[in-house]
């Protein structure tokens, strides 16, 4: 089983305060907090035994279940950070060199997909990859960074070799919060707790109906409390 979270901010009538997006391939379930303590995903993920694809948020570090992290925000951290180090030769070489391992890791995903038996086999270069950046006697401040960050989520970033199915990084979440961000251009600042609380409900069952390719509205005319377990294709409801 696989499960992607993420969190992004609201602001209501009269005080902040958060939407946590917990995703699968087919459903989606929004959740208000008004903190954004790692009790709030635990919480809701209590014995969950998948795989959990999230950022680097210190949140989900509780989570008693293997963990998958974006490699995605990783990169986009990287790319900051060369901005602003653009001449410093010894971080410029572990990006180039983390390119590289992640190209021909993409390179059998883009042929094979995201199967286990054929990603496996790069563990070898992930392994070159580490002793090399691990061996180096390293000057930059910001090299240094990222070596120990990279040394720190050498198992949770790279869980998708060892996986079938599993991705490696966390667009599903991404786009689930997309789609509630949408929906805050309009109406940030005027929610209530009670109000957001119900709007997430609705939009719960709305992106979950939108995953299976179940009609919306003919799921709210049908009387149904509950949506199909089967999530093949479907143009109405059962």
Known sequence: MLVHADETTVKLRFTNGYIWIFSSATEVAYVYSCTREGSIPKQHLTGFTGVLVSDFFSAYDA??????????HLIRDMNDDLRK???DAEFKLILQEFGVLMRSI???IDRFGL???????HWKNVDQFYRAILARNLQSEIAVQY???LNRWKEELFTFLDCDGVPWNNNNAEHAVKQFVAHRKINNGFFTEAGIRRFLILLSVY???RYREIDFLAFLRSGRKYL???????TGVD
């Open 85 to 87: 180090n653009p001449f």
């Open 207 to 209: 992106e979950t109906c």
């Open 106 to 108: 993409l390179n059998t």
């Open 228 to 234: 199909l377990n089967d999530p093949s294709p479907t």
């Open 63 to 72: 989570i008693e279940c293997r963990k998958q992290r974006c490699i995605v």
């Open 115 to 121: 199967k286990r038996r054929y990603l496996n086999k």
């Open 147 to 149: 070596r120990d960050r």
